[in-house]
């Protein structure tokens, strides 16, 4: 005998014919009025909560799946569409709950087996959706959707092949099934067959024109086979039809940070935050952009707010750990990319950082072990055996560092990190030739400022061959102040090569160095220049010339001060009575190699009890010693310092220029005046290793570090030196 339907059972069933049509507003009429007359009508219930559910409005749909639920707790599907609201709101503990009580019913529910492996794919649990999505396709073999979800998380595990089989399941299928196209690109990007990515992006943006990951993955394959100008142009056509695409935001600074366009990347990547403020690796990646750029505060607030939305993301971590180590807040750093390893051990960058941090821990054996252990997990790295190199040339070790530095050359001959260091490698002990010639590969490391400063002016190199007699040539300053302080002297050397000689400056140099021998027009940065026939920048000067340590040009002094700056500065000192010592103890705080080489000012303290008049050179001061500055004996004359004219004019009142590595230094050598200059243990190339005195400056003595960060030591060798000056 049949069931006899009520009034509701028939209003249910108009509401569901409806709602099946996609007449929504109508369905949910005819269910209100079912509930009218039967407030608890399960079905009834349980379809208000989909339709809600299907409408967005989560709320509608958690309280009336809950009250289904509390009418008859024993039908599968409706555990199965709880868990799915809880997905779509992020309750991902609930979903999972509540996708184990559907599956306690029925065990062979492939909506939530499914549904199941969506969330734990989220919370990046693969093998635990793996086996969701594999037995969903045990029950349901035909399902696209779980061969598409399947081939994703398997590429998560890195298991290319099986992704691969997976994704081509999926499109025998269903040829023409938008995400498993866009899955089978993302599969042969990672197997590095970017050509054929493309082409699968391709297909799936030509047959979904609206499938914004396709198009976007289309323009990100574009920029991986670096036609930057067509992936730009991808990016526009994407933007221009959803200007709201925050990842298409993202991708195009990509392209432009690539670029060096970073002032342009920079407001890519925030408009991109702005349009999605609950995505971590947009965050990531505009902090990235803020280190390039200097600014380490914007940057770690950046890693600190992608942590506050994903606290277990190890690009986030790491980046947090780049940051504090650029701060020299080392343990904060060691703490971040070791979480990061323990989150993935996988994770190359943290592996290879935590390293670079224990050898800035001075922890040497350490970090050569952690570099062997990144070696043994991932393989010959070209980047690896360059940082190993580094910690080698750290203990003083040159055939060790040299040999580290080769085999990365020999891995990846095109990058430019391990030519570069081998390069300084050589010249700090000596190997000019080789030095030199290294030394080019500035031009190809980006992450030296000095790559930005190479000219695209059509004049060409001037490298020693070419005859100059009667030519122009600009010769231009590329790196700090202190290098154009040194290697403004060959400018002499080319104009005995017959040539005009144009020197281009930084602006605080141009009064000083306006009459320097050699230059017959001297600008400064930014100035117009006039038609030249050759240019060169000066840091290659000593490769044209082909300089070796017997052939370095070292005049006792090379720079001059003006008469009446001279005079100025002899009647504001007043009248000498004792001897005169310049100090300079710390220099530029962004300078990469600053907490190698400056020093505390109390660690001069020990010296202001001799009879001399000690005066700082400096114009600019830390924080941390101005109360100490201001207590002392030391001469402040940093008002009256306006550029380096003053400065060289203030030098030569001085009997000796005591000094850390800084262009002051330099400017003290250049002079000619008496310089004791202060070291670590593991100095600048220029200063060579070992020999107490510099083939660059004939006036220098040198005073190096006894051992790693002991200024102790130093200003006790000092300290003697300047008593015996002291009585003399």
């Known amino acids: 005998m049949k069931n006899k339907q009520t009034p509701a059972d028939r209003l249910f069933a108009a509401g569901l014919a409806a709602h099946r049509k996609g007449q929504l507003a109508a369905a949910f009429a005819q269910y209100e009025a079912a509930l009218q007359r039967d407030a608890r009508h399960f079905d009834t219930l349980h379809h208000i909560g989909i339709l809600g559910y299907q409408n967005g409005d989560h709320e509608l749909a958690l309280q009336f799946i809950s009250e289904a639920i509390s009418v008859n707790p024993g039908v599968a599907s409706v555990y199965s569409n709880l868990g799915n609201i809880f997905k ?22 492939v909506d939530a087996l499914y549904n199941r492996g969506n969330v734990l794919e989220h919370l990046r649990r693969y093998d635990e959706a793996l086996a969701s999505y594999r037995r969903a396709l045990e029950l349901a073999p035909r399902d696209v959707a779980a061969w598409t979800n399947l081939a994703a998380v398997l590429l998560r595990l ?19 099934h938008a995400q498993a196209m866009v899955n089978l690109g993302n599969i042969l ?18 047959r979904h024109p609206g499938h914004l990951e396709a198009r976007i993955n289309h323009a990100k394959a574009l920029r991986m086979l670096s036609r930057f100008d067509d992936a730009l142009a991808a990016y526009d056509t994407i933007l221009a039809a959803a200007p709201d695409a925050a990842e298409a935001w993202h991708g195009r600074a990509n392209v432009l940070r690539h670029l060096r366009r970073r002032a342009e990347a920079l407001g890519n990547y925030q408009q991109a935050v702005v349009l999605d403020a609950q ?40 980046g947090r750990g780049i940051v504090l180590q650029r701060l020299r807040r080392l343990d904060e750093a060691m703490a971040c990319f070791e979480r990061a390893v323990d989150i993935d051990p996988d994770f190359t960058d943290s592996l290879l950082n935590r390293a670079n941090v224990l050898q800035d821990l001075g922890r040497s054996e350490e970090a050569l072990a952690a570099y062997d252990a990144v070696l043994a997990q991932t393989g010959d790295s070209a980047a690896t055996w360059n940082n190993r190199g580094n910690v080698y040339e750290a203990m003083l070790r040159y055939e060790d560092a040299l040999a580290c530095f080769d085999k990365a050359i020999a891995i990846q001959p095109g990058y430019a990190p391990p030519h570069w260091n081998r390069a300084l490698l050589n010249l ?24 930005a400063e190479k000219r695209t002016t059509p004049e060409p190199v001037w490298d020693g061959r070419d005859a100059l007699e009667g030519k122009t040539i600009l010769l231009y300053a590329e790196q700090g102040l202190g290098d154009t302080l040194q290697f403004c002297r060959y400018a002499a050397l080319v104009k005995a090569r017959g040539a005009r000689v144009v020197l281009e400056v930084q602006a605080p140099l141009r009064a000083l160095l306006a009459k320097l021998e050699g230059a017959d027009l001297v600008v400064a940065k930014g100035e117009p220049l006039p038609a030249v ?29 003006d008469d009446t700056r001279l005079a100025q500065w002899e009647a504001r000192l007043g009248a000498r009575v004792r001897p005169r010592v310049g100090l300079v103890w710390s220099g530029n705080a962004q300078h990469a190699n600053d907490h190698n080489r400056s020093l505390p000012f109390a660690q001069l303290a020990r010296l202001f009890d001799l009879d001399c008049q000690f005066v700082s050179l400096q114009k600019e001061y830390r924080d941390a010693d101005r109360a100490l500055l201001d207590a002392s004996p030391v001469l402040r004359m940093d008002t009256y310092l306006n550029d380096f004219a003053d400065t060289a004019a203030l030098c030569r009142q001085m009997d000796l220029v005591i000094a850390v590595d800084t262009s002051v230094a330099h400017l003290a050598g250049a002079l000619g005046k008496p310089l ?7 100095a600048d190339w220029r200063w060579l290793t070992v020999r107490d005195d510099s083939p660059w400056y004939a006036t220098a003595r040198l005073f ?11 200003i006790d060798a000092v300290r003697s030196e300047l008593e015996a000056l002291a009585r003399a």
Request: negative net charge; proline residues 6%.
């Open 279 to 318: 995505a971590p690796v947009l965050r990531v990646s505009l902090g990235h952009l803020l280190i390039e750029l200097g600014k380490l505060d914007g940057a770690l607030k950046c890693f600190d707010i992608a942590l506050a939305l994903d606290a277990a993301l190890p690009s986030a971590l790491n």
């Open 158 to 176: 890195e298991r290319h092949d099986e992704a691969l089989a997976s994704c081509e399941r999926a499109l025998a299928l269903a040829p023409a």
């Open 88 to 109: 779509a709101i992020g309750e991902h503990a609930s979903a999972l709950q509540s996708y184990g009580q559907a599956l306690a019913l029925s065990p062979g529910n």
């Open 533 to 561: 026939d050759y240019q060169c920048p000066l840091m290659s000067l000593p490769l044209a010339f082909g300089t070796e340590l017997h052939s370095i040009p070292a005049p006792h002094a090379y720079l001059a001060s």
């Open 676 to 682: 004791w200059l202060l070291l670590p243990q593991v």
């Open 428 to 451: 700090q002990h000596g190997n000019l030739r080789d030095g030199w010639r290294g030394y080019e590969w500035r031009w190809n490391n980006e992450v030296l400022s000095c790559y």
């Open 704 to 714: 190096r570090q006894p051992a790693k960060a002991d200024w102790n030591g130093v």
């Open 189 to 206: 990007v990672a197997q590095g067959r970017h050509e054929e990515a493309l082409a699968a992006y391709d297909r799936a943006r030509t």
